[in-house]
Each structure stands twice: as structure tokens, then as C-alpha cells.
């Protein structure tokens, strides 16, 4: 589909962020995973099937992502900013009625706005398993080791995971040094506050994404969730035709079939 035109918004602190919307009706704000774009949700997810279901998807791309600032400056990245800037922009449109989800990195944003008070309709939490939310830097060794080389310039071993990694940085075209303040920004959620989050939500993981298979615990702490399983792994999940299903027929409230 033809990418919509890039809007700005003001975050908490005034930084200058982006966003894009596809499709009019009912707000459905998106954000995307670490390293990514709000682009992944229209390029390689269901971006538009959504928008053909009568929603007004909105997309931002989180701070030093794509075309949002991505400042140098550690002071910019402090803990839970990623969540004051979803704050920021509902703020910003005016939405008092509206349904919140996110991938991977954004499926944690959207945990820790719901933690502190954000009262969505109804929330999706795709690509995301409890043991990344209860601990405030779980699983991010290898990304800070990749972007502190590519920081530095210093050689990563041909043919090595790590290689994998920083070449998918670079083809993002991701700004290593914002990247790596973007994980200091990270604040843990534990079970006591997950437990009190009401708000209907689906928790979504694909059936291969071994790396968040703890989605399932995810969604038996928070007492308002249900489980569904897609084919995919971390990133084939997102692409896929099952995930656009899933998301709709959750903000249809029709009934559907999940897998334990």
C-alpha cells in the first residue's frame, strides 16, 4: 500500500516524534518493535486489513526510531519515556475512546502504559512473553553488545549471530547510539501490577517464537487476557495473514479459536 504522509507530534519532553495514520473510524493506536518502524505495520503487518475494518490506525514511530528524533544526548532517554510519549500522543490527537496494541518492544509499551493508568477499550500485546516484562533488561545482552560495536567501530566476527544482528541494523537503518539508549529506557513490570490491569487483551505470540514462549504466562497474570497462538516465528509472525485475523476478531469480539 502507498506509506501515508508522516505527521509530528510532541513528546513528554518536547521532542519532536512521528506518526502516521491509515484508514478513519474507531482509533486504534500500533507501535512497533525494537529497530523497526512504524513502516512494519504497513509494510509486512496488517496495517491495512485493519483500516478496511473500519479503524483509524495510528502509528508513531517510538523515540530514535525511524522518522522520530533520535537524539545522542542519554538525558533524552529516561526510564519510561517510551510510555510517556504514548501518553503524549494520545494526548495530542484527543482520543478518550480507543483500543492500544503493540509488537515486541511496543507490545511492552503498551504493558507499562496500562500499568500506569491507560484505560483502552481493549489492548493487544503481540510478540511478547512475561519473562521480557518482570525484569528490566531481559534478553537485551546481545543487542547492547552489537550496537556497542557498531558504535565504536569495533569488528564483529564474520558469519556470527552478532554479524546477523548488525546487519539488520544497518539495513533498518537504524542509529546504533540511539538504539542503545533506547534499552536504558526500560522499566519492569511485575506480576502484582499486571494483575491489577482489567482491561480486555489479547496476547498474541506466533506458535514458533520460542524466544517469547512465556507469552502464555503473560496472559494467565493479567486477569482480563486471552491467549492465541500464529504460525510464525518472532518476525514471520507479524507477516502473516493469521495475525490480521486474530486482531480483528478480538477488537470484533467475535469468537474465536485459541490454541493453549
Not at 550496537?147 to 546487519?167: C, F, K, M, N
Amino acid at each position: 500500500m502507498t506509506e501515508p504522509p508522516m505527521r509530528r507530534f510532541p513528546g513528554r519532553d518536547g521532542l519532536e516524534l512521528a506518526y502516521r495514520e491509515v484508514g478513519d473510524g474507531r482509533p486504534l493506536m500500533l507501535f512497533h518493535g525494537f529497530m523497526s518502524t512504524a513502516l512494519q505495520w504497513i509494510h509486512h503487518g496488517p496495517a491495512a486489513t485493519i483500516a478496511k475494518h473500519g479503524y483509524r490506525v495510528i502509528l508513531p514511530d517510538l523515540r530514535g526510531h525511524g522518522d522520530s528524533a533520535r537524539p545522542h544526548d542519554p538525558a533524552s532517554y529516561p526510564p519510561d519515556i517510551l510510555a510517556d510519549d504514548g501518553f503524549a500522543l494520545i494526548d495530542w490527537l484527543g482520543l478518550d475512546d480507543y483500543d492500544l496494541g503493540g509488537y515486541s518492544l511496543g507490545a511492552r509499551v503498551v504493558l507499562r502504559m496500562l500499568a500506569r493508568g491507560a484505560q483502552p477499550s481493549r489492548a493487544i500485546v503481540a510478540g511478547q512473553g512475561l519473562d521480557a516484562i518482570n525484569r528490566v533488561t531481559s534478553r537485551t545482552g546481545q543487542y547492547r553488545r552489537v550496537l556497542a560495536a557498531l558504535v565504536t567501530g569495533e569488528t564483529i566476527e564474520p558469519g556470527s549471530p552478532d554479524e546477523q544482528t548488525a546487519h539488520w541494523i544497518t539495513r533498518l537503518g537504524g542509529d546504533p547510539q540511539a538504539l542503545l539508549h533506547v534499552l536504558d529506557t526500560h522499566v519492569a513490570t511485575h506480576a502484582a501490577a499486571l494483575s491489577r490491569i482489567a482491561i480486555p487483551t489479547l496476547v498474541v505470540v506466533g506458535d514458533q517464537d520460542h524466544g517469547h514462549a512465556s507469552a502464555d504466562a503473560l496472559a494467565a497474570t493479567l486477569p482480563n487476557a486471552r491467549l492465541a497462538r500464529v504460525p510464525g516465528d518472532h518476525f514471520t509472525a507479524l507477516t502473516g495473514p493469521e495475525l490480521a485475523t486474530q486482531i480483528m476478531e478480538f477488537l470484533d469480539n467475535r469468537p474465536r479459536e485459541t490454541s493453549s
